[in-house]
């Protein structure tokens, strides 16, 4: 019954979200030997501007 | 002093988030035997797009 | 399909937290009206060594 | 440079774990076309006491 | 290679959440002696209807 | 009222990080213009072999 959280940084379209999660789900599934329905997996987009790597937002980067 | 997160599908309106963080925050507080002000509650909407279940997105189940 | 995360102060005991899961897993059925079965509840206990409130760990303060 | 973190049961061995770690992060990269190197993935290991379920503790579960 | 997370109330502008992530993980880098390129902060904006405090949303709040 | 959550490995000594707690509040109050008593700061030792880079985990590198 795993609960599977993923941050990404905002700007990937639908379509790759919904590859993600399935991508994701199966790898769950099998590593850990347990039907994909009991695989949940949430998504957060996490604009640039919220995103800092060594102490600078992701959207200042180069 | 606990901490509670709620994540739900999108698309409930404020009057029922309202009653959810009342509801959860007296519960929290008759079953740890604390004041009510020490309880946080925050709520995320997650859209069912970001949400899969199954490996499919909830938006996508019928 | 919420999911609850609770994160408390470590040193309660199992019999409390069965009470907190389930009295919070009843507020959150009735407030959103879903049924019980679609509710998870995660409990997080953090020792007072980890909690820092107004910058002291919660395990210095008197 | 996503951040996927995965809650799961209490009781998986090392072995285990690394496969889900290594699976997830290969799913993680191709799904969003990045280098792995940008996947980190966290696990926590949640006991069943901590665990509800329709208002109860998995490990009440039969 | 510490992560960060961040919550707070919605309503901060970009110059002052920069000044944030900037003065964070310089104290995360300096207290934990890792040079700041290791160091990870995510931010996330609570609406203050999302956020309850003894029993009430915070926007509600006088 | 912002609530702080950070990750790290684990084998850190609690002096380190009572540090860790005292600067990281000091600088979120000064950065947000707000009094440190309303500063949360939690603590989350992960385990190296919980914690993934590139597929592996962080206990299997050199």
Chains 1, 2, 3, 4, 5, 6 share one sequence.
């Not at 039907?35 to 604009?47: H, I, K, N, S």
């Not at 102490?55 to 180069?62: L, N, W």
């Amino acid at each position: 019954m795993p609960i599977v959280r993923i941050e990404l940084w905002e700007g990937r379209d639908n379509e790759q979200k919904e590859l993600l999660i399935k991508e994701v789900s199966i790898s769950v599934s099998k590593a850990l030997k347990i039907p994909p329905e009991q695989v949940f997996v949430l998504l957060y987009d996490v604009p640039k501007s919220h995103w800092g790597i060594a102490g600078i937002p992701a959207s200042k980067k180069r």
